[in-house]
């Protein structure tokens, strides 16, 4: 069992498997002038599964896979199936924004997948289109509908709220959920810079006292905070001594950081 220095017991870990997307949310990824990872900087099946097999021996028993869009990366299936074998992960998901679940919801079922979250913003195909930058809303309603299909459930909804939202497209979200029964959060718009981030409602992040998370990132970061610039490299500390030194160095409560973009560390 893994209790840190504030006597939170950790269980969750959120591993983002890319910085790529194919959308370009305006609050998450910049229009242009993207850096991406170069290929080698990023984490292998390998090595993303010997930090989850290290960290479920510290403790771990929720593992949640995130990114940029962990559908575009190569070979996911097949990296669930992998992380799936391993003994001791009791809830296995996926933060996705849907736009390949029509594809990729039974594969990923069969291969072990418990159940994912699905981001929506709004159910309105302009808006849709603005706030990704170019998405298509038919294809999230695909996909939302093929996970179903496919048990990938409870099905929640990630719904970003925040000053600059009109209130409508959250609405239109809660009002899709209740027809559909399917669960919606809302995420309120967080600033990293500014260290502005608040509790998800209907969700367990950004509640300090209470959070029971480490993060890998997609170049094998481990970050005991989003909130905070602390990280551990597993490649240059082993995973054992990445994840012992980010618990215990996880902060008390976040702040702001550096970073401005959430995509490079897994929402
Ligand atoms: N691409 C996947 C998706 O969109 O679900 C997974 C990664 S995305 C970074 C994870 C979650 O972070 C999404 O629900 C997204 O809405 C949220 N997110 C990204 N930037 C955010 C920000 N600045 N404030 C609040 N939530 C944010
Ligand atoms: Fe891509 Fe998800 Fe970020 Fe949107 S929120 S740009 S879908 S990673």
Same mark, same amino acid.
């Given at each position: 069992?893994?209790?840190?220095?504030?006597?939170?017991?950790?269980?969750?870990?959120?591993?983002?498997?890319?910085?790529?997307?194919?959308?370009?949310?305006?609050?998450?990824?910049?229009?242009?002038?993207?850096?991406?990872?170069?290929?080698?900087?990023?984490?292998?099946?390998?090595?993303?599964?010997?930090? &989850?097999?290290?960290?479920?021996?510290?403790? &771990?028993?929720?593992?949640?896979?995130?990114?940029?869009?962990?559908?575009?990366?190569?070979?996911?299936?097949?990296?669930?199936?992998?992380?799936?074998?391993?003994?001791?992960?009791?809830?296995?998901?996926?933060?996705?924004?849907?736009?390949?679940?029509?594809?990729?919801?039974?594969?990923?079922?069969?291969?072990?997948?418990?159940?994912?979250?699905?981001?929506?913003?709004?159910?309105?195909?302009?808006?849709?289109?603005?706030?990704?930058?170019?998405?298509?809303?038919?294809?999230?309603?695909?996909?939302?509908? @093929?996970?179903?299909?496919?048990?990938?459930?409870?099905?929640?909804?990630?719904?970003?709220?925040?000053?600059?939202?009109?209130?409508?497209? @959250?609405?239109?979200?809660?009002?899709?959920?209740?027809?559909?029964?399917?669960?919606?959060?809302?995420?309120?718009?967080?600033?990293?810079?500014?260290?502005?981030?608040?509790?998800?409602?209907?969700?367990?992040?950004?509640?300090?006292?209470?959070?029971?998370?480490?993060?890998?990132?997609?170049?094998? @970061? &481990?970050?005991?905070?989003?909130?905070?610039?602390?990280?551990?490299?597993?490649?240059?500390?082993?995973?054992?001594?990445?994840?012992?030194? @980010?618990?215990?160095?996880?902060?008390?409560?976040?702040?702001?950081?550096?970073?401005?973009?959430?995509?490079?560390?897994?929402?």
């Amino acid at each position: 069992m893994i209790i840190d220095r504030f006597g939170r017991k950790i269980t969750y870990l959120r591993v983002s498997v890319t910085d790529r997307c194919n959308l370009r949310c305006v609050y998450c990824m910049p229009a242009e002038g993207l850096k991406l990872l170069r290929h080698e900087d990023i984490l292998s099946f390998e090595e993303v599964v010997e930090v &989850i097999r290290t960290a479920v021996d510290l403790g &771990i028993r929720k593992v949640r896979l995130t990114g940029g869009e962990p559908l575009v990366r190569r070979g996911i299936v097949e990296l669930v199936r992998a992380i799936a074998a391993i003994d001791g992960i009791e809830d296995f998901g996926m933060t996705t924004n849907g736009t390949l679940l029509a594809e990729y919801a039974q594969p990923l079922a069969d291969a072990g997948l418990h159940r994912v979250n699905i981001s929506l913003d709004t159910t309105d195909p302009d808006r849709y289109r603005e706030i990704t930058r170019g998405g298509e809303i038919a294809r999230v309603f695909a996909g939302i509908e @093929a996970a179903g299909k496919a048990g990938l459930t409870p099905i929640k909804l990630n719904c970003v709220v925040g000053k600059c939202y009109p209130e409508v497209d @959250a609405k239109s979200v809660k009002e899709f959920g209740r027809s559909t029964g399917l669960e919606v959060r809302n995420i309120h718009l967080m600033d990293f810079e500014a260290g502005r981030f608040s509790v998800v409602e209907g969700g367990s992040g950004g509640d300090c006292k209470r959070c029971n998370r480490l993060r890998l990132s997609s170049e094998g @970061a &481990i970050r005991p905070c989003l909130f905070s610039d602390i990280s551990f490299s597993v490649r240059e500390l082993g995973a054992a001594q990445a994840l012992e030194r @980010a618990v215990r160095e996880k902060p008390e409560a976040g702040g702001a950081c550096k970073h401005n973009w959430m995509h490079g560390i897994g929402g």
